[in-house]
Each structure stands twice: as C-alpha cells, then as structure tokens.
C-alpha cells in the first residue's frame, strides 16, 4: 500500500481486511449501525436572548437527552446526564445556568471539573455561548493559576466559577465567608467527567461535597446538582454517593451517528510457553498508516509518553518513505505547552491537522471535532476510558473506525477476548467510600474548621457526634457549653488533607529535572514502598521519572526525568491477619468472606520489566522497613478441597487469585495495583487455603464488600480468562509469571476454580 | 435493585476497630472535662467584669485612663490621615491562629479612643466559643459609625477576620467610616531607621523603651487553646497585658507621627523621615507639601556636625544629592519648570553618582521645556562620555548608553530638521 490518493473509510477498512496478515489478528468485529438523531424543540420557557445564542452557533433544537435534562434541571431535579463523547454533555448544564443568570442576574453557578486543563475549556465555550445570546455573564476559572488580584474579583462578582475539587477543598471553603455572594446565590453545582471520582480521589471528593453542600445549607441556598458521566454501570449510584443525594438518570442519547466499526485486535503470539507477543505499538502502527495515506483523520492513543513518541516517530518515518502528509501528524500529551496544545486541537477541528497521537491527555472532554479513526495502542485500563477514546472517532453522517489493539498485559487479554465486556453495556463500577474513616475524619476536622457542628447534626451518613467526640479525645475539636462541636487548634486542617491518598503520613515525590526542583506529586506510604524505592521508574502524567534518592525518615522521594523502554515492578512479602469479619456466606468450595485486615508488608526486591513485551531486563533489591497497613479485603477460604497436593494447591491458589485479581480490576475499575493478593495454603484464621485481595489503601474504599457481592463473577471471569488463554500451561497473561516450571499452573487453577464453583468453559490452550 | 456503594458496615464497628489501632498512641489524655465557671474565672484573674446577655457572656476589662495628648491638626495634616473631627478607635486582636480563614477565633480584641486628651481602652474577651454572638454584639455597640479605626496590620488580618466572624455568623459586620493601617505609613515614612516592621521593633526604635516579660505573639493561640480545654486561666493575664500595651502603642505612634504633621515642628525631625514623609504626600499627589518636606530635610542638612568623618560624609553627601533629584523632580511635577532645570544642572556640577541621571533629566527640560536642542545634545554628550568612561573601568552602565544613545540620535534629527535651509543653502 503505497498509494496517497484519498480514499473512504469503508474502502480503507475493506482494504485492510482482505490482508491476511491483519485480517489474522482480528479477535472480533464488529459493526455498530449508524442512527439517526433523536431530537426535541428548544423548552417554551427558555429566554429570547439564548435562542437566539443558540441559532448563531447552528442549533435550533435540542437532543434528546439535552431536553430531558435541561427541564429536570428547570424542575428542581439533581441529574446525571451519561451519553458518549460529543454528544453536546456541556449544553445540558450550560443552558440551565444561562437561563438562571438571565431570569435573575444574582445567581451563581459552581462547576468542579477534575483537571485545570479542561476547566478552561469549557469556560472558553461557556462564555462563547453567553457572548453570542448578549448575556454579560462573568465567568471565570478560579484555580491556582488565578492571579491574585483577579481572586478576589470573583471571589465577589464571578456568575459562573469553574474549579477543580482541589481548589474547593483548600482555598474555597475554607474562606467560604469571602465568597457568602457565591454561597447565598448558588443555583447550581455541575460535577463533570463524574466517572473519575472513584477510589480514594472519589471519597474524598464526597467529602468535599458533603461540606460544601453542608455551608450552601448554611447559607440558605439549595443548588441543583448537575452530574455527567461517561458510560459505567453504576452512574446514578456514583451519582448519589458522590453527592449524598439521589439523581435522575438521563442516558438516551439523542445525537445521531454514522456506521461505526469496532475491532478487537490481538499481536500474534510469538512463544506459547511464556507468552509473550509482537509489539502493540506496530501493529498499531500499521492500522494506522492506511487511513492516515488515505486521507482520513486519525487519532492513535498510547498509554505512555514514550510510547507516544515511538508511535510518532515511526508514524512520520513510514509516511516520508512513500512522500506522505508526514508534517500534517503531530503528538500530544503533557508537557507540550498550551499553545502548542490550542494549535494541535484546532488543527484537528478545521482539518489541518491529519493525524495526532496522544496520550490520555486528550480523552476527557477537549474539544477537537470528530475524526474517521481512533486506534488504541493498549486497552486504557477501563472500559469507559476505551469507549472515550473510541469517541473521538465518529462522524454525524459517515462511517468511523476504532481499534483496540491488545498488550501482552493481562487485563488487556482478558478484554479482548471478552468482546462483551465492551461491546454490550458497561460492566464496570465505580466504586468509591466517602466513610472510609482516614478519609472521613480529616474532612470532618475541616467541615468543623468551616463552620461549628451542631449535637446531632449529620455529616454523611449519619450523625456526627461519635467522630466528633473522637476527635475530641485527639484534641482538635471541643465540645462548647451550647452543646456545639468547635474547632479548637491552631491548625489549617485543609493543607493536611491530600485528595489523592488516603493516610495523611505520605511521601512527597520530588523532581529535581528542573533548576528548582518541584513537588509533582504524592503518594501514601503503603505504595511508596513500591513505587518510589530507589532504582524505581515512576510514572506520572504519562511521563517516567528515576528515583534517585529515597529519603524516608523524611518522606521525600528524589527523582529526575527520564526516557527508558521499561518500567520497574516490586515485589512485596505480605503476611495478612484477619481483624473483624464483617460478611460470611458459604459458596461452592468453601466460604467467602470480608472484613477488616492488617497487612503487614516488606518490599525487597525489584524488577525491570520492558514496555508492551514485558521482558524481563534485570533486577535490583530495595532497602525499606516493613510498614504495617490497616485496610479491608475479600477473602475466599476453601474449606471444602481435599485431595490437593500442597505444592499443586499452593500454584493452583496463586494462578486463580492472580486471574481472579485480573477480573476484580477489570469489573470495579481499578488499577491492578489498588488490589493486593496472598495466598496461604492453609491459613491460620480460616484453618482452610486461602486466597486473599486486600486493598492497598488504608481503610479501604469500598471494593472488598462488591467483591464479596460480586464472587460468582470473579470465579467464572477468572476461569475464563485462564480457559481462554492460548499458552500451554499458564502465564503472565492468566495465571501470573510462572515459578514453577514442572508444574502445569493453567490446569491446576482451572481445576481449583471449577471445585470453587465455576462453570465449565472451553479452553483455547 | 441499586445497591448501595457506600460500605453497610456500619461506622460505628469501623470507628471502634480504628480506635483500637491507634489506642497504643496514647490519645485521650486529653478529653478532659468541661470546666465550669470559666468566664468567672476569667473575669477574676484578668480584673474584668462579666457581662451576661441573651446571646452569651462576655468579660469586660477597663483599663486605667492616660493622659496621652494627640495633636489632631498636625495629624490631620499627614498622607492618609482622617481629619481633625473624626473619632478615632484603636483595635487590636488576639486570635487563635494566624490565617483569616473561618477556623480562626477572636477571643480579645482591645480598644482605645481619645476623651479629651485622656486615652481610654477597653478589652474584651470571648469566654468560651458559644459566647460569640455576645461578644460580637458588645464589639459593634463599640465601634461607633463615623469613627475610624486605627491598626497595625489590620487591613490584612484584623479586620478581614473580624468580617469573617460576623459572616460566619451571618450578620453583616460593623461599619467604620474609615481604617487608618499605621503599618504601610510608618514603613513609607521610618524605614531607613528600622530593621523590620513588627510592632515590637518600630516600638523600641521610635517610642523607645523594651516590653519585659511580653509574651510572644507565637505562644498566644496555644495559651488561650489550652485555658479552653481545662488549663490555667493565669497565663491569660500575659496575653491581655500584651494586647492592652499593643492598644497604647497605637496611640503613641499616632502621637509620634502627628508631630511630623506640624511644618514647624517637623523641622527637627531626622531628614530621613522627612523624606519618607515626602513620599508619602507624592503618592497623594500633595506635591506642595512633598516639595516643603524635601526643603526642611536640606535645611536640617545644614545644622549637621561640622566636621564628620570623610566616610559618613559621603553617605550624607548622596543622601543629600537624591533628596535634591527628588526636589528637582517635585518641582517639575509643579510646574516650575525653570526652577527644575536649575536643580538638575545644580546637581550635576556638584559631581558624584548621580551626575548622568542629572545630565540626562537637564537635557530633557532643555529639550522639551526650553526648546533648546544644542543645550540638550550637549547635556547629552557629557553622559555619554561618563558612559565611556564607566566602560574604560570595566564597570558599563548599558542602561545609560542606551538612553545617550537614543537621545543623541533624536536631538541629531531635531538639529538637522531645524537647520534644514541652512544645510540646504550650503550645498547649493
């Protein structure tokens, strides 16, 4: 193929399959028929002046989805607005403000969105509509690029403020007197990319709603609260926990789309014994390349900085062989300056720009029009960060392409060769704990830094006092002679809280790259152990960093930018005591169970491991004190097993759990690394093996109770997964690196899997 | 069915288990019990009186009166000053930390205001957190509409807590016809004669005399803190003490300064002062009295010591020469141009560091006011040779050749354009 002249998707595509060498590596294909779009007449009430705003920017009616919302919004509703990528999400909340600030220019709106970036977007294309229906609305992003003069101007006269949940945490509610305007006014609270407040971050995030929800109160003010999502399975239970508050649903999209084809694609396999496969990357690269010489606007995703600079350069250097539109592909990703970014994505609006590769940078809502193509190298890590990405492709009218092109990684095998994971409806929940107490109890010093509890007032879910009165014992707070709880301290109780990790205690990592070094980022002891040690590669904002020096009496992890071709995996020996059993139902097998745990974990050595391929490149050791972790886990204890030899049921119990642990990310939308795994072949708690997943953050966040909930599927996923891998007898992929090499793992945790209940399944092997 | 996300264990059982691990740090020392009585107490170590209201109690503390004169009309006269009739009311704080977010407590503000020539303070204090809304309520009766207040940094912390305080509690907060923040005047007008500007030290290098046993501003939060949670009700007496004195030094630098407001008794003030003071007026666009200023700061000039050592002579002699630039450049701002022109040409016969600034501000006025282009260009050329020279010793001033420069090559146009016929006649 080394002919430029334009082409259609369609031909492109049909092209591309009749080459065996491709067409082989197609696992599934499938094809998503176009749909016309669903529409609704702009609401009789809405004001003259944003009719015609609307008109000349083109829209004359609404979707349906935008409908329904704006008038549940109109009605005093709390909504959760869940439609794909540019399905015009922002409209939903955008004419609810406008119209507010038209019918009375007091009024205030509140838009948290999760990163700077996208905050200045949308303000950008919020004042864009205002200008255009003659509104004078001041509108203003309130961050910690705000220049200080300016601060306080919005402080008292911004209409519409956007910020991030950092920035309402610890320079907004805190000083919420100086914004009484905003807080006596407030209409409404928009929450976008609602999808990203999972984990830790989302429990935090609950926590600062609940205080700005609770001095809105104080204020008087009752905003509406206008969420939007991408596609999960739980939005409107996110929604509510987020929020405190119940929400109406609103997923009918309304906006039409043209035939949109979705492939999975698998590297071939090189070596069935350990597993490992051609790269991802060119692969990628040559899905990419006949759409790209065709004409047709692409878009490639790679999951790592260097790897987006591997996928551009070979990209241009395969174009300028044959003489192609070389200079029209371009990067994107962190780092590069904002106005490079501005040129990038309006290039790519007016079709200047022909192809782009970039990182995740551009899956949240950036507005850069709709391309012909969007292929992943590298499934993103959750479903509904992949269907974003497959968003960026798709046209109103024409046909659109999107690959997913598979790692060697676990999670990437098992969603591939599971279509129905992203084909039919979202499996994946976001979870998140707002109670998880390390959480709970530093936003509540704040909440009572903001404004004294009242005896009985609630935070959450129920009643303050109890946590008051512990706090109280630790001497932050005091209970006054009016019954009231006051905060009683000298201290900022807002700086000590990180809405990134959990404990308080945490390692500041360090990037001394630049002439003044700066702090980049945090992370909590529990994971410092393996990710910032001396030697490691960590990651951050897709781009690697070697740690150089680990100070950890003072917590401080020194590192310096780098471009290597692999990253850095510790290995910890964890041993695991149950503290308090909170759930206990017998299964097939045995029994399955969850509570509290202490985890007491020693990281000693690391591996090296190459990107994509997962070649081992060497190792090195870590010298750090065992650290003890208070956190909740699932565990699974196989009372009912007999006739197991020790040595087979020990690999049997580590290749299930590591399949089960594959599943268990894959369906509660977590890093592999949020859940830790031990097994014990005959525990000392349960008396039975033992297949433990604690989670890696102190408290916990919730996911050990759904995975309780949800135990058959982790047993039938994980005997799928392991059934449907084609290595011979287990691997990285399935069953985890092999250790012991006579033994056949595949078949053994298979074998374990199906007495704990799974059902039969057809191997590949 | 929609299961909850959040945990079902219920908090309770989780707070019990987190108890238990942390137990073995030894907390709950500290959960002491409620003391009783607390505002009497308060009332009796402090000397003050227990006000009981609706909303709460409060303790007030009278402290004795002093005959602290305060010439008004000389005060009245100063940069940023409130006229003759205004009431004044000194305000200082003492909090329990040192943000103005909404965590932070005033529990002692003290007061002071002029009957006559007798000075009054009042203090009060907030007895426990729950008497707040008294304690606010006796505040304002305090302040009364038309008055001014008086602080030491109160526009940036002071008063923006007390705001957040009435806020909090949803009322609006008193109104002040004014605030007078002694902080930036003194900065302006005393600084060439402090090391920093804390209270503390502007006290002992103006007012004179050093606070014995004053407690430290950092030990304040902790002490009230403590007293709230069962501890001692004595060391309060030092806080108290400590704002009581920081009310009287309010006055005493208002006292201080006023006498710089009396343009005949300002004459034996340090010229340093003085020209703070010019400034001061400068920044108000009171270019007459900057000007009257800059002219007693020379006089004194004259009365110093006949014979100082060769080294003070040279920093009072450029002392000198900058409150002349100064002069020469008030007197442009007066328009007297004339009289400007004479300054800078008196300056840069004098010699010294200042010459090319005065040969470049004497080419200006020849230029624009004199319409004199040759003198200009002359003016011009004798910095620019200072410039060559300053690079001959390796010391190159890029700023003033640049401004030669581009001057020289402006006045070169003028002077050919003005000679065009001449230069016309010639060739032809």
């Known amino acids: 193929m080394r002919h430029y002249s334009p082409a259609s998707t369609d031909t492109v595509l049909g092209t591309l399959l009749e080459e065996p060498s491709i067409a082989r590596g197609v696992v599934h294909h499938a094809t998503i028929a176009s749909r016309p779009g669903r529409y609704s007449e702009l609401p009789p009430w809405l004001d003259e002046r944003i009719r015609t705003g609307l008109a000349s920017r083109g829209i004359e009616q609404l979707y349906r989805h935008q409908a329904l919302a704006v008038e549940a919004i109109r009605a005093g509703e709390d909504v959760v607005v869940v439609t794909p990528t540019a399905s015009g999400k922002s409209l939903c909340y955008s004419l609810p403000i406008l119209q507010a600030v038209a019918d009375d220019p007091s009024a205030r709106a509140l838009c948290l969105f999760p990163t700077k970036a996208l905050g200045h977007d949308q303000v950008a294309e919020f004042s864009a509509l205002s200008a255009a229906s003659g509104l004078a609305i001041s509108t203003a992003t309130y961050d910690g690029d705000t220049p200080a003069p300016i601060r306080s101007a919005i402080r008292t006269a911004g209409q519409v403020v956007a910020t991030n949940p950092d920035m309402l945490h610890a320079a907004i509610l805190p000083h919420h007197t100086k914004w009484f305007q905003l807080f006596e006014q407030l209409r409404i609270i928009v929450v ?52 405190g508050r119940p929400a109406r649903l609103v997923d009918e999209n309304g906006a039409p789309s043209g035939d949109r084809h979705v492939l999975l694609v698998d590297p071939p396999l090189l070596e069935a014994s350990t597993g490992v496969r051609a790269s991802a990357l060119t692969l ?5 390349l006949p759409f790209l010489r065709a004409g047709r606007q692409t878009i490639v995703f790679g999951r790592s900085r260097t790897a987006v600079e591997l996928l551009l350069t070979g990209l241009r250097e395969a174009l300028r062989e044959g003489f192609g539109p070389r200079s029209r592909v371009r990067g994107y990703r962190a780092g590069y300056l904002p106005t490079e970014r501005r040129a990038i994505e309006r290039g790519l609006r007016d079709g200047e720009v022909l192809g782009v590769v970039a990182t995740n940078a551009l899956e949240l809502g950036v507005d850069i029009g709709q391309l012909d193509v969007s292929v992943l190298a590298g499934y993103p890590g959750s479903v509904a960060a992949t269907w974003q990405q497959f968003g960026r492709a798709g046209r109103r009218q024409e046909t659109s392409v999107a690959v997913l092109v598979a790692t060697a990684a676990p999670v990437d095998q098992y969603v591939i060769h ?106 909590d002891l529990f994971a410092a152990q393996t990710l910032v040690h001396e030697g490691a590669i960590y990651l951050h904002e897709s781009a690697q960093f070697h740690v150089d020096r680990l100070d950890w009496d003072e917590r401080k992890a020194y590192v310096r930018r780098v471009d290597v071709d692999h990253y850095t995996q510790a290995d910890r020996a964890v041993t695991l005591k149950p503290l308090d059993v909170f759930g206990r139902d017998a299964v097939a097998g045995g029994a399955r169970l969850h509570g509290e745990v202490m985890v007491a974990s020693l990281a000693s050595i690391y591996k090296k491991l190459k990107f994509l391929t997962n070649e081992n490149l060497g190792w090195g050791r870590i010298h750090l004190p065992e650290i003890e972790l208070q956190t909740t886990a699932y565990w699974l204890a196989g009372e009912g097993l007999t006739g197991w030899r020790r040595t087979e049921l020990d690999v049997a119990l580590l290749g299930a759990g590591r399949a089960i642990q594959t599943v268990a990310s894959v369906l509660l939308m977590v890093d592999p690394h949020d859940l830790g795994l031990v097994t014990q072949v005959r525990s000392p708690h349960e008396e039975a093996p033992t297949i433990y997943l604690y989670e890696t953050v102190p408290g916990g966040v919730g996911l050990s109770e759904r995975l309780f909930a ?25 069953t985890g690196p092999r250790l012991e090499p006579d033994l056949d793992a595949k078949g053994l945790a298979a074998r374990l899997l199906g007495e704990l209940g799974a059902p039969e399944v057809l191997t590949a092997g | 069915m929609s ?37 009497e107490r308060i009332a009796a170590a402090l000397g003050g009186e227990m006000v009981r209201g609706q909303t709460g109690t409060f303790i007030r503390i009278e402290a004795a009166v002093e005959h602290l004169p305060l010439d008004r009309t000389g005060l009245a006269r100063l940069p940023g000053h409130p006229g003759e009739d205004v009431p004044l009311l000194c305000l200082d704080t003492e909090t329990t930390g040192l943000g103005t977010a909404t965590g932070t407590v005033v529990f002692l503000v003290g007061l002071g205001w002029w009957e006559g020539p007798s000075f009054r303070r009042v203090q009060l204090v907030l007895p426990d957190h729950a008497d707040e809304p008294a304690f606010l309520n006796a505040l304002r009766d305090l302040i009364p509409s038309g008055a001014w207040l008086v602080t030491y940094n109160g526009r940036a912390f002071d ?29 302006r007008v005393f600084r060439h004669r402090l090391p920093d500007a804390r209270l503390r030290t502007v006290e002992v290098a103006l007012l004179g005399g050093y606070r014995h046993g004053d407690v430290e501003s950092w030990q304040i939060p902790a002490i009230y803190i403590d007293m709230l949670r069962g501890g001692p009700v004595e060391p309060l007496r030092a806080v108290a003490r400590h704002n009581v004195e920081d009310v009287r030094s309010l006055a005493r630098l208002l006292a201080y300064s006023a006498r710089l407001g009396d343009p005949v008794g300002r004459a034996a003030a340090e010229r340093g002062d003085l ?44 002392e000198r020469q900058r409150l002349l630039a100064e002069r020469a450049w008030t007197l442009r701002r007066l328009g007297q141009f004339d009289e400007a022109i004479a300054s800078w040409r008196d300056l840069a016969h004098e010699g010294g560091p200042l010459v090319p600034l005065a040969l470049i501000e004497l080419a200006k006025g020849l230029e624009w006011r004199q319409r004199d282009p040759a003198g200009a260009l002359r003016a011009t050329d004798q910095a620019g040779s200072l410039a060559d020279r300053a690079r001959q010793l390796g010391r190159p001033l890029p700023l003033l050749e640049r401004e030669v420069s581009r001057r020289r090559r402006r006045l070169l146009a003028r002077l050919a354009r003005q000679n065009r016929h001449l230069v016309g006649s010639q060739a032809g």
Do not use: M
């Not at chain 1, 976001?430 to 709970?440: F, I, K, S, Y």
């Not at chain 1, 019954?483 to 009683?488: A, E, K, N, T």
């Not at chain 1, 949800?710 to 399935?734: E, K, N």
């Open chain 1, 192 to 243: 976008d990319e609602l999808h990203t407040y999972r984990g830790v971050f989302g429990s935090h995030v609950a926590n600062v709603l609940r205080r700005l929800l609770r001095l809105c109160d104080h204020y008087g003010s009752r905003p509406v609260i206008v969420c939007c999502s991408a596609t999960i399975a739980n939005p409107a239970e996110l929604a509510r926990t987020l929020t």
């Open chain 1, 284 to 288: 990628s690269q040559r899905w990419a």
């Open chain 1, 418 to 523: 599971h279509p129905e994971f992203l084909l039919s409806g979202s499996p994946e929940e976001a979870r998140l704990d707002p109670d998880n107490l390390h959480v709970l109890l530093g936003h509540l010093k704040a909440a009572t830094f903001e404004l004294p509890f009242r005896p009985g007032e609630t935070f959450g879910s129920g009643t303050a006092d109890e946590l008051l009165a512990f706090l109280a014992e630790e001497g932050h707070v005091r209970q006054a002679a009016d019954g009231r709880w006051y905060w009683s301290s000298e201290n900022f109780p807002a700086s000590a809280i990180s809405l990134r990790t959990a404990a308080q205690e945490n390692v500041v990592i360090i990037d001394t790259t630049p002439d003044r070094p700066q702090a980049i980022g945090e992370v």
């Open chain 1, 710 to 734: 949800r135990h058959d599927h982790l047993i039938a996923g994980a005997s799928a997964l392991i059934g449907g891998c084609p290595c011979d007898a287990g691997c990285p992929a399935c």
């Open chain 2, 3 to 39: 299961p909850t996300i959040a945990t079902s264990v219920p908090l309770e059982r989780r707070l019990a288990n987190f108890r238990a691990t942390r137990g073995e740090a030894g907390w709950g020392r500290l959960s002491l019990p409620r003391p009783g009585g607390l505002a």
């Open chain 2, 159 to 187: 008063w923006p807590l007390l705001v957040t305080r009435y806020r909090l509690d949803r009322r609006p907060p008193p109104i002040s016809a004014g605030h007078l923040d002694l902080l930036p005047f003194i900065r």
């Open chain 2, 275 to 318: 020209a703070g003071l010019a400034r001061g007026y400068a920044r108000e666009r009171r270019q007459a009295e900057a000007l009257a200023c800059l002219d007693a700061a020379l006089a004194g000039d004259e009365q110093s010591p006949a014979w100082p050592s060769a080294r003070e002579d040279r920093t009072s002699r450029l």
